[in-house]
Every structure is written in structure tokens, then in C-alpha cells.
């Protein structure tokens, strides 16, 4: 006599919810994050020109209180580079921990939300800090990432959970 093994997989498999994107916040999905690549683009390009206006101030002050000898070499450059890093990184995490928008967003109508649809708590706004410090450093590609990524978030939006909406 043959034995038959009955495995039931009701018992061991949840239930799938195909209605699971009705219960998300329109922002959280990929077409609405898609309508923002552009007004999102536009708000990091306000966002350095606003860093860089300020770090020409300090290069400016620095290269006139600099000996009359001075000389722009690569050492010099190098750390004028690593300094405008220093001040954009700062400038972004700083504004999220505060305001949860930059400037730029801020004259674009953006913000960045939590997928409850709050603002963001401190734990969230250095994570999103951390995910601007990853995206900066390899030549900006976690921002790039936005335009390949399918749900169009760069890896500051990944790394902590964020979405940004319009206001």
C-alpha cells in the first residue's frame, strides 16, 4: 500500500494582501516618486550652490589672510576639496535633523516623511545623514542611483526609511 504525505500550506504560509499598496501613503509609491526626480534634482542643485556660495566665502577670506607667496597647488586644492565635502555633508545632515527639508526643497515644495507619514525623528534624521555621507563619496552615485533605482529613491532614502513628498 502506497503512502500519500498531505502537506497543507495554509497552515505555514501567510496570507498575501495584493491590496497592500492601497494601505501605503501615495507618496511611498514608485510613480509619485518618479513625478519628483526632476523638482528633487533641481532642489540638490539649489542645495550646493548654497553651500558652494558659502564656501567661496571662506576661500576668498582664506586666500586674502593667506602670506603673499601663496600658491593654489594640489595639496591646497585637495584640502579646499575635502572641506566643501566637510560643509555639504554637514549642511544636508544638519537640515534634515532640523527641518526634515534643505532650502532647496524647501523653495521646491518638498520633504522628506517617514512612511507614517511623520516627520523625521532624530534616529531617522542620522541615518538619512550617514545614507548623504554614502551617496556623496563614490562621485555622487547614490543620488544618481534615483534615476535607475525602480522605486526612485537614492540611497539616503533607502538607508533610513525615508520618502520625500510634496508640500
Given at each position: 500500500m502506497k ?9 505555514s ?7 497592500e ?10 510613480e ?8 528633487r534634482?533641481?532642489?540638490g542643485?539649489?542645495d550646493?550652490?548654497?553651500a558652494a ?5 571662506f ?5 586674502l589672510?593667506?602670506?603673499?607667496d601663496?600658491?593654489?597647488?594640489r595639496?591646497?586644492?585637495g ?6 565635502f566637510?560643509l ?7 537640515f534634515?535633523?532640523?527641518?526634515s527639508q534643505?532650502p ?5 515644495g ?23 555621507l554614502?551617496s556623496?563619496?563614490p562621485?555622487?552615485l ?9 522605486e526612485?529613491?537614492t ?8 520618502y520625500?513628498?510634496?508640500?
Open positions: 503512502r500519500r504525505t498531505i502537506i497543507s500550506i495554509q497552515e504560509q501567510a496570507e498575501l494582501d495584493f491590496e499598496a492601497e494601505h501605503s501613503p501615495p507618496f511611498t509609491l514608485p509619485y516618486q518618479r513625478q519628483l526626480l526632476a523638482p534634482i533641481a532642489a542643485f539649489i550646493l550652490a548654497i556660495a558659502i564656501f567661496s566665502i576661500v576668498v577670506t582664506t586666500y589672510e593667506g602670506p603673499e601663496f600658491t593654489l597647488d595639496r591646497v586644492l584640502v579646499y576639496g575635502v572641506s566643501y566637510a555639504v555633508t554637514i549642511y544636508f545632515f544638519l534634515m535633523l532640523t527641518a534643505t532647496g526643497m524647501k523653495f521646491r518638498l520633504i522628506v516623511s517617514t512612511t507614517e507619514d511623520a516627520p523625521l525623528d532624530p534616529k531617522r534624521a542620522c541615518l538619512r545623514g550617514f545614507g548623504y554614502i556623496i563619496l562621485l555622487l547614490g543620488f544618481i542611483w534615483m534615476l535607475i533605482d525602480p526612485h529613491l540611497w539616503a532614502d533607502k538607508v533610513s526609511g525615508t520625500i513628498k510634496k508640500i
